[in-house]
């Protein structure tokens, strides 16, 4: 959170260990999503895990567009 501004939580109850929620206020852009998946990638990586977001940013530009 501090590193990337973005707040994110775990699923609640039967959702625990399925999903992840992020924290926002307002509308969000496009250019939002993209970021957070950026960022998401980033942190993972960080902590070892492999994460490409390029992958993801291609599927969220086809939705949107």
Do not use: P
């Not at 993209?34 to 969220?60: C, F, M, P, Y």
């Amino acid at each position: 959170e501090r590193e990337y501004e973005i707040t994110i939580a775990g699923g609640q109850d039967a959702m625990k260990g399925r999903l992840i929620r992020v924290g926002h206020i307002g509308d969000i852009k496009t250019s939002d999503v993209s970021r957070l998946v950026t960022d998401l990638s980033k942190t993972l990586n960080d902590l070892g895990r492999k994460s490409d977001s390029q992958k993801a940013l291609e599927k969220i530009n086809e939705h949107f567009q």
